[in-house]
């Protein structure tokens, strides 16, 4: 599992380098001037590397916050939870983060858009956003309520199991 990971980050560290590096080569990031440099004898960016590998980790870091919502009594830490200080904090820049993605995904990859330079991510995430929207609004809230009625219960109308039964089969 370990050795899985490992690849996996690996594999993720090239992709995300080579982002980092191409966003700085265009002067779009802080310290581009710095990110953008290849290094000549590796024909490699390797601050991109250091740069993308140093962030990944302080945004990995932050999972070791604690509660973000209800439900905090039935929470029971695990082998790797990181305190009720730092989660919180790591759950809210993942959630920024997540938004920061979801925005800079949309934009193309060139300033000069013709039909082939265009990023069609906006058409299509723009109609799911709006098919999800349109079926929460029409059909899954008539079905679907959730009722907090204290902290120690949560009810959930239209759903079979309870999350107490599927905790306690867990």
């Not at 996996?8 to 710095?34: E, T």
């Not at 990181?82 to 995904?105: H, M, Q, T």
């Not at 858009?113 to 799911?128: E, H, L, P, R």
């Amino acid at each position: 599992m370990a050795i899985c990971q490992f690849i996996m980050g690996a594999s993720i560290l090239v992709a995300i380098s080579r982002s980092i590096w191409a966003f700085s080569r265009d002067n779009g990031s802080p310290f581009s001037f710095r990110i953008k440099k290849v290094n000549h004898k590796l024909s490699v960016p390797v601050n991109a590397v250091i740069f993308g590998a140093i962030s990944a980790i302080i945004i990995g870091l932050l999972v070791l916050i604690g509660s973000l919502t209800f439900g905090r009594s039935k929470f029971r830490p695990g082998k790797f939870y990181l305190g009720k200080i730092l989660s919180p904090l790591v759950r809210w820049i993942s959630v920024l983060f997540g938004a920061y993605i979801v925005i800079i995904s949309q934009f193309p990859a060139e300033k000069a858009v013709d039909k082939d330079t265009m990023n069609y991510t906006v058409i299509v995430s723009g109609f799911a956003w709006v098919a999800s929207l349109t079926y929460c609004m029409v059909y899954a809230r008539k079905i679907y309520h959730i009722d907090v009625e204290d902290d120690s219960e949560m009810v959930i109308e239209g759903v079979e199991e309870s999350y107490m039964d599927i905790d306690s089969k867990l």
